[in-house]
C-alpha cells in the first residue's frame, strides 16, 4: 500500500500487470506502474471516486505499442489499445469495460481524456506528470517518494525518448496527423513545436 492505497484485487489485475512484466524492459515496466500509483494519488487529493481496476488496466497497458507484443502499422497508442482490448475481451471482460480501457489509452497522448470522467482524467493525470509533470500541481512527497522508491525512473527521461524516436523510425509514414487547427497555424506563420525532450525537463523528478 502507498497513502492508504491498495492496487484492486482481481484477477483480470493480476494477469494485466504479469503481461506488461513479461513484454517490458524494466524501465518502461516502472514507468506504467508509476503512472497507476500517481494516478491514485491524484485521485485521492481530489476525493474523488473512480473505477481503480479501469486505472490500472489503462495504466499498464498504455505503452504496449512501445514493446514487441503490440508493435504495428498505426501509432503507437492506437496500437497500445489494441493490444489492450483483445486481451481483455479474451480474458473475459465485457466488451464496452474493455471500450472504456481502449478510449483511455488511444486518447492518452492528446489532452481529450482531461474532459471525460473521473477516471479517465487521473489515468491522464498520471501518465502526464510521470512523462512532463504539470506546473503548479503537486504530490504528497512522502508518497512520490515511495513510488520512486518501489518504481525507479532508470533513467527514463533518455530511454523513453528512445523509444519513441525507435517507433518513429520504424515507420515509413508514421501516421500522426495534425489537428486541423495546427495545419492553419502553421501556414499562418512558422509554427514552433517545442522537442518532447524539452518538455521532459519540466517533470518533477531526478533521473
Known amino acids: 500500500m502507498i497513502a492508504d492505497i491498495k492496487i484492486p484485487d482481481s484477477s483480470i489485475v493480476r494477469q494485466a500487470e ?15 506502474m508509476r503512472c497507476y500509483w500517481l494516478g491514485e494519488l491524484f485521485a485521492q487529493q481530489q476525493a474523488i471516486e473512480i473505477d481503480h481496476e479501469q486505472l490500472f488496466l489503462s495504466a499498464a497497458f498504455h505503452d504496449l505499442g512501445l514493446t514487441d507484443h503490440a508493435r504495428g502499422s498505426h501509432r503507437f497508442e492506437i496500437e ?6 483483445t486481451f481483455l475481451v479474451d480474458e473475459g471482460v465485457p466488451k464496452d469495460r474493455a471500450q472504456n480501457v481502449w478510449d483511455d489509452i488511444a486518447l492518452h497522448t492528446w489532452d481529450m481524456n482531461l474532459f471525460r470522467g473521473d477516471t479517465s482524467r487521473v489515468v491522464q493525470f498520471g ?3 510521470d512523462v512532463v509533470g504539470f506546473p503548479g500541481v503537486e504530490l504528497d512527497p512522502a ?38 487547427c495546427s ?9 514552433e513545436i517545442v522537442d518532447l525532450s524539452a518538455l521532459q525537463r519540466n517533470a518533477p523528478f531526478a533521473e
Open 80 to 85: 497500445s489499445a489494441n493490444a489492450a482490448r
Open 127 to 129: 501518465i502526464a506528470y
Open 183 to 191: 495545419r492553419i497555424a502553421h501556414n499562418r506563420s512558422p509554427l
Open 18 to 32: 504479469e503481461l506488461a512484466r513479461s513484454v517490458s524492459s524494466d524501465m518502461l515496466f516502472n514507468h506504467v
Open 143 to 180: 508518497d512520490v517518494a515511495e513510488v520512486l522508491r518501489r518504481y525507479p525512473r532508470l533513467n527514463f527521461t533518455q530511454g523513453f525518448y528512445e523509444l519513441l524516436e525507435h517507433d518513429l523510425g520504424s515507420k515509413e509514414h508514421y501516421p500522426h496527423a495534425f489537428h486541423p
